[in-house]
């Protein structure tokens, strides 16, 4: 069971609901969205540094061109988790 892992005495990590539905702490969703865009964007900056040394700038901008088609999308969906999940606005 989650949060079988809890010392005695400590607040559960995860608040329960009425209908037995279990509701995470808005804080774990941000910080592992957080962290998770983190190394993705880490990891497309590695991918574009090594496309435009290694492989010359036509395919330095192609990457560059995915890279930012791949990212809307991605970042739209870390803005709505972030304001519907948690409540952000």
């Not at 892992?5 to 539905?21: F, R, W, Y």
């Not at 995915?66 to 988790?81: G, K, T």
Request: with cysteine; proline share 6%.
């Amino acid at each position: 069971e989650f949060g079988a892992a809890d010392p005695p005495g400590a607040a559960p990590s995860k608040a329960h609901v009425a209908d037995g539905e279990t509701k995470r702490s808005p804080a774990r969703l941000i910080g592992a969205v957080a962290i998770g865009d983190f190394f993705h964007n880490l990891c497309d900056g590695f991918f574009l540094g090594v496309a435009f040394k290694g492989c010359g700038n036509k395919f330095g901008w192609g990457v560059a061109l995915a890279s930012v088609l791949h990212e809307l999308p991605q970042e739209l969906a870390d803005y709505a988790v972030l304001t519907s999940g948690v409540g952000m606005t």
